[in-house]
């Protein structure tokens, strides 16, 4: 028999918001998975590193930051490779995910490429949207509102559009687009509204309003706007 392939949301950061089935699943697993950038420390492993057990096998799969795609698709393929090893021998794999595996989230990559050839279980996790309303004490939506989630790399007009059709806004990957960002939101009036959140759930978590945000932010920022002076009541 093959193992399971199971993807493991770990949530934003803050191992106490991991959930009860990915902290047992990361326990049980014969083989943990996780991506990392080329040589660094992976950022998912630091959020499990309490629950992975001694002398647990471990693949990672570095994966490149590049604007191209094919370093990184290449990265996948290399990585799905050594999983799959792991499956046919009968071992069960955990894939460890930062935040949700569905969400902008790194083990989607290796679904596409192994769920059709081995039993999967995808376990979700706390999204980083919801872990930076909290921290900011900002609710997202209410009754009939609409919530946009946007790349901080989209298009400038195709982002005015899409935060025009909603009542509630988060920008993720914000990093170096955090300018054009601040621009498309404050010739829409939006700035006073906008709140910046870096590593949320983390101790180096830093919120900000918008106006005070660093240029260029690091990857794990996020901007959340709410239209209007009360838009919750």
């Known amino acids: 028999m093959t193992g399971k392939l199971i993807g493991v949301g770990l949530g934003p950061g803050d191992p106490d918001l991991m959930t009860l089935k990915a902290a047992r699943a990361i326990g049980a697993a014969q083989v943990i998975a996780y991506p990392a950038l ?84 995808v376990i979700p996790g706390i999204t980083s949207v919801s872990a930076a309303s909290a921290a900011i004490g900002q609710p997202l939506v209410a009754r009939n509102d609409t919530l946009a989630v ?15 059709a909603a009542q509630a806004v988060a920008i993720l990957k914000v990093g170096r687009h955090l300018a054009r ?7 829409r009036g939006l700035t006073a509204q906008a709140r910046y959140i870096e590593r949320a759930t983390l101790a180096e978590e830093r919120i900000l309003p918008l106006s005070e945000a660093p240029d260029p932010a690091p990857y794990f920022s996020m901007i959340l706007v709410a239209k209007g002076s009360d838009p919750w009541l």
């Open 150 to 164: 946007l790349p901080g790399p989209m298009d400038s007009d195709e982002m005015a559009r899409r935060i025009d």
């Open 38 to 121: 080329p040589g660094t420390a992976s950022f998912a492993r630091s959020i499990a590193a309490d629950l992975i057990a001694p002398g647990v096998h471990e693949i990672v799969i570095e994966v490149p930051m590049t604007k191209s795609r094919d370093p990184a698709q290449a990265a996948y393929d290399l990585g799905a490779e050594r999983v799959a090893e792991a499956l046919e021998a009968g071992q069960d794999v955990a894939v460890l995910c930062e935040g949700d595996p569905f969400f902008y989230g790194s083990f989607m990559y290796l679904y596409a490429r192994l769920a059709d050839r081995f039993e999967t279980e």
């Open 181 to 187: 960002i601040r621009e498309v939101l404050d010739t």
